[in-house]
């Protein structure tokens, strides 16, 4: 069955980030197209990227990201749900994507973000960051509001209309999910190189 990996892609103590891929976990789980599980980037504590090689290369050695990258691999698409950071994601999920590459490779991704403007900006930056790995990145996403799906920017109460919205997103990435399962069955990936 395609997995989905649900990842939360704050670390902050107090994050928002947690109560979000909680509750979109739990509509993920309603449906039957996928096994969806929440991944916390927390648990892996991993420091900022230490390995000598490039990732691309695939030549890991820390214990940290041999684990990273086990539980990446384990899975056929992606939910990133992520905070804005002055515009951008955080710089604990940049980190962790950065950590891999080939696990990352023809795999789908969907986003769930949040922030004053739903986080929308840090979203089109992870789509530039998701294309240099070889992801397709699925048109949906769910765009949160601090001032209307939370409470005092801290309380998360999502309006009812987003239930839709993160199930339309899933129905893309499901679908996406299994299709390129298929490619990365039958193909030799391109050599890490040749794109960069
Ligand atoms: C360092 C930092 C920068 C932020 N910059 C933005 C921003 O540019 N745009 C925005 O909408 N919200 C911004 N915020 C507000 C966050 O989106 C909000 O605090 C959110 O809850 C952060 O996610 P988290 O609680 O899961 O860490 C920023 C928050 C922090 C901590």
Redesign the pocket.
């Known amino acids: 069955m395609t997995r989905i990996g649900i990842i939360i892609g704050?670390t902050?103590p107090g994050?928002?980030?947690e109560a979000v891929a909680r509750w979109v976990h739990e509509i993920a789980s309603r449906r039957d197209d996928a096994q969806y599980e929440l991944v916390d980037i927390k648990d892996f504590n991993l420091p900022h990227l230490d390995e000598m090689a490039p990732p691309s290369l695939g030549q890991y050695t820390q214990p940290h990201t041999l684990r990273w990258a086990e539980k990446i691999a384990s899975y056929d698409g992606y939910v990133f749900v992520t905070?804005?950071?002055?515009?951008s994601t955080?710089g604990a999920l940049k980190n962790a994507i950065d950590f891999l590459y080939a696990e990352w490779n023809n795999k789908a991704v969907g986003f769930v973000s949040?922030?004053?403007?739903g986080?929308t900006r840090a979203v089109e930056h992870l789509r530039l960051v998701v294309a240099e790995l070889q992801m397709a990145d699925v048109r949906a996403q769910v765009a949160l509001s601090?001032f209307t799906d939370f409470e005092n920017?801290s309380v998360f109460k999502p309006g009812d209309h987003q239930v839709g919205a993160v199930n339309t997103m899933l129905d893309q990435l499901a679908a996406w999910s299994g299709a390129l399962a298929h490619l990365r069955a039958g193909t030799t990936m391109a050599t890490p190189q040749s794109g960069a």
Do not use: C, I, K
């Open positions: 704050s902050r994050r928002n980030g905070p804005e950071y002055n515009h955080s949040y922030g004053s403007v986080g601090l920017f």
